[in-house]
């Protein structure tokens, strides 16, 4: 039977939203894009990897969220000489018994930081992909669930490719959303320079419980979202996904100067996944619980359109040559796409 979220269900959650914000301003200045898609991803319940220089507070926000949502918390730092034992645990072998007992690694828990994750090669990667894919981790021959809830924050360097290991496209598709962590303004540098560097010692209230989460993903389950709005979904996912209208351009002609100008799918050689589609959505109802309403509007999907989708889409040579990134394909993608 189908939950109808009522106004005080809406006040509830809206009142934890702007208590976690405002515990949050205490220690990051600023970033309020970064810390909106840390919070949703804690509440619709996905992994998120942020994308920033080094210094920008990624590793402060995310220890930040731990503590306001009392999940939890491990920090794993990669490094390329990382094993997956080191992640995910082993089995150690008792002499005194002659039986092997099993030591869980650093991911049994609610929150991970996966910091600078990638720095260790394919094998460690893949080995955080089963958690993070299926909530559970192989040890030997046994499987261990992980625990509830289970969300991976993961951060990386985009300036630093020396040493680095680019994450598989299967392993990107598991993050909800990418979060570009940018450069503070003047304003805010000046208030981050006055804490000294001692941020992490400014005290945050505990405003998440287990209990206050899961009436916020509650919530989010009974937002509602009118078939036109999924139909807008769809339209901008498959509009990624260079293999139709590729079809449709050769039927065209080859010489249609004007085709190849507009075709924004030339830049693109893999689109994304059905996945993206099913986190538009859940994304667009957080967007719709933070503004306190019980139904999904075309701008909640735009608003999160970019942090879902900026990682899904491989871009090929040609956008590169060209200065194209993802986030201007995306822009010009929900530019032209028609609005229910």
């Given at each position: 039977m189908a939950h109808f979220i009522t106004k005080s269900e809406l006040d509830e959650c809206s009142d934890y939203i702007q208590r976690c914000r405002s515990e949050a301003a205490k220690r990051v200045v600023g970033q309020l894009e970064v810390v909106d898609g840390i919070l949703t991803a804690l509440i619709a319940g996905g992994h998120v990897l942020l994308e920033g220089v080094p210094g920008l507070a990624k590793t402060l926000a995310v220890k930040t969220f731990?503590?306001?949502?009392?999940?939890?918390?491990?920090?794993?730092q990669f490094t390329p000489d990382l094993l997956p034992a080191d992640v995910t645990g082993t089995l150690i072998y008792q002499q005194q018994t002659g039986n092997f007992t099993v030591r869980k690694g650093p991911v049994f828990a609610n929150m991970v930081l996966a910091d600078e994750i990638n720095r260790s090669p394919a094998k460690v990667q893949s080995a955080l992909l089963e958690a993070m894919a299926e909530h559970q981790v192989t040890i030997g021959e046994q499987t261990y669930a992980l625990p509830k809830p289970f969300i991976v924050m993961a951060t990386q360097n985009p300036i630093e490719q020396e040493g680095t290991y680019s994450l598989p496209e299967a392993e990107l598709d598991r993050f909800l959303l990418k979060l570009i962590v940018p450069y503070p303004s003047p304003e805010e540098e000046l208030q981050?320079?006055?804490?000294?560097?001692?941020?992490?010692?400014i005290p945050v209230e505990k405003v998440f419980n287990s209990e206050a989460l899961l009436k916020c993903r509650e919530a989010v389950d009974a937002i509602t979202a009118d078939d036109k709005i999924l139909s807008y979904i769809v339209s901008i996912v498959n509009v990624t996904r260079?293999?139709?209208e590729q079809s449709e351009n050769r039927h065209l002609g080859s010489n249609s100067a004007a085709v190849k100008k507009n075709d924004l799918l030339r830049y693109i050689s893999f689109g994304a996944s059905p996945r993206a589609g099913i986190a538009l959505l859940q994304c667009a109802k957080v967007s719709a619980l933070f503004a306190g309403r019980s139904?999904?509007?075309?701008?909640?999907?735009?608003n999160v359109a970019a942090p879902v989708l900026r990682h899904r889409l491989v871009l090929n040579y040609e956008a590169s040559a060209d200065g194209v990134t993802a986030d201007d394909l995306i822009s010009?993608?929900?530019?032209f796409m028609p609005v229910p």
């Amino acid at each position: 039977m189908a939950h109808f979220i009522t106004k005080s269900e809406l006040d509830e959650c809206s009142d934890y939203i702007q208590r976690c914000r405002s515990e949050a301003a205490k220690r990051v200045v600023g970033q309020l894009e970064v810390v909106d898609g840390i919070l949703t991803a804690l509440i619709a319940g996905g992994h998120v990897l942020l994308e920033g220089v080094p210094g920008l507070a990624k590793t402060l926000a995310v220890k930040t969220f731990a503590e306001i949502s009392g999940l939890d918390f491990k920090r794993i730092q990669f490094t390329p000489d990382l094993l997956p034992a080191d992640v995910t645990g082993t089995l150690i072998y008792q002499q005194q018994t002659g039986n092997f007992t099993v030591r869980k690694g650093p991911v049994f828990a609610n929150m991970v930081l996966a910091d600078e994750i990638n720095r260790s090669p394919a094998k460690v990667q893949s080995a955080l992909l089963e958690a993070m894919a299926e909530h559970q981790v192989t040890i030997g021959e046994q499987t261990y669930a992980l625990p509830k809830p289970f969300i991976v924050m993961a951060t990386q360097n985009p300036i630093e490719q020396e040493g680095t290991y680019s994450l598989p496209e299967a392993e990107l598709d598991r993050f909800l959303l990418k979060l570009i962590v940018p450069y503070p303004s003047p304003e805010e540098e000046l208030q981050i320079v006055k804490t000294n560097g001692n941020a992490d010692k400014i005290p945050v209230e505990k405003v998440f419980n287990s209990e206050a989460l899961l009436k916020c993903r509650e919530a989010v389950d009974a937002i509602t979202a009118d078939d036109k709005i999924l139909s807008y979904i769809v339209s901008i996912v498959n509009v990624t996904r260079p293999s139709a209208e590729q079809s449709e351009n050769r039927h065209l002609g080859s010489n249609s100067a004007a085709v190849k100008k507009n075709d924004l799918l030339r830049y693109i050689s893999f689109g994304a996944s059905p996945r993206a589609g099913i986190a538009l959505l859940q994304c667009a109802k957080v967007s719709a619980l933070f503004a306190g309403r019980s139904f999904v509007l075309p701008e909640d999907v735009q608003n999160v359109a970019a942090p879902v989708l900026r990682h899904r889409l491989v871009l090929n040579y040609e956008a590169s040559a060209d200065g194209v990134t993802a986030d201007d394909l995306i822009s010009k993608i929900i530019d032209f796409m028609p609005v229910p």
